[in-house]
């Protein structure tokens, strides 16, 4: 095809889709109602997130949740009879896709020294159940907390990251325990005195209703652009 044959078609609106000119005009939003699971922790006795135990001070509250949507894109190369500079006309097909961050149990405890001595953690023990069931904790936060040394008035902060949520039961109590922690020492540091903490929560999953759109969008893109751009290439 001639090139000035190429210009007439190109500039005649009703053909000049079908040959790749223009891509062709996009398809209308669709609504779309999606429902998401979120899970929440809550002090079954409001106050106890922060207890005290001869001068040291533990604050154990649990990480907030938060409904994300990452959008998943999928595209449609469509028929073309004249290609200009390696672009095809594609449609794009943009998908809400609501996610849960973060994806485990998270606790944040925070440790004050309110003593006039210097506290070794070493020694600590945690254990974490839901229900009659002990769960795991990240190994990496535990050593961490374990290492700490803490001068009068120091205060430490740990991310104390459990099990996944998505294989926990749909309601259930938790308990969260941290053994033997040193809160007095002789003039030799020796531990004189440890004490235990214990927090009780209540862990629930919650449906919530997210309102979204499936849009589309038609483009002119090259084969490594729709690549980038779409999951489905």
């Known amino acids: 095809m001639k090139p000035s044959t190429i210009r007439i078609i190109c500039a005649i609106?009703?053909?000049?889709?079908?040959?790749?000119?223009?891509?062709?005009?996009?398809?209308?939003?669709?609504?779309?109602?999606?429902t998401v699971s979120v899970p929440s922790l809550t002090a079954i006795s409001q106050g106890t997130e922060t207890q005290e135990r001869g001068g040291l001070v533990l604050q154990l509250v649990s990480s907030s949740f938060e409904v994300k949507d990452s959008p998943k894109a999928t595209c449609t190369k469509q028929e073309a009879f004249l290609v200009q500079n390696n672009q095809y006309p594609y449609e794009i097909k943009t998908e809400p896709q609501f996610t849960v961050f973060p994806a485990v149990v998270e606790f944040k405890l925070k440790v004050t020294n309110h003593t006039t001595q210097v506290l070794k953690l070493a020694g600590t023990a945690f254990k974490f159940v839901a229900g009659d069931k002990e769960l795991h904790l990240d190994d990496s936060q535990l050593a961490a907390f374990s290492d700490t040394i803490l001068r009068p008035n120091d205060t430490k902060e740990f991310t104390l990251?459990?099990?996944?949520?998505?294989?926990?039961?749909?309601?259930?109590?938790?308990?969260?325990?941290?053994?033997?922690?040193?809160?007095?020492?002789?003039?030799?540091?020796?531990?004189?005195?440890?004490?235990?903490?214990?927090?009780t929560f209540n862990?629930?999953?919650?449906?919530?209703?997210?309102?979204?759109?499936?849009?589309?969008?038609?483009?002119?893109?090259?084969?490594?652009?729709?690549?980038?751009?779409?999951?489905?290439?």
């Open 13 to 34: 609106g009703s053909i000049s889709a079908a040959f790749g000119c223009t891509p062709p005009a996009a398809r209308a939003p669709e609504s779309q109602q999606s």
């Open 161 to 199: 990251k459990g099990p996944s949520w998505a294989g926990l039961p749909k309601e259930t109590p938790m308990g969260f325990s941290i053994f033997s922690i040193p809160t007095e020492t002789d003039e030799a540091g020796n531990v004189k005195k440890k004490e235990n903490f214990d927090w």
């Open 203 to 233: 862990y629930k999953l919650t449906d919530v209703q997210k309102n979204a759109a499936i849009t589309y969008e038609s483009v002119k893109m090259t084969s490594a652009e729709a690549q980038s751009r779409c999951e489905n290439i």
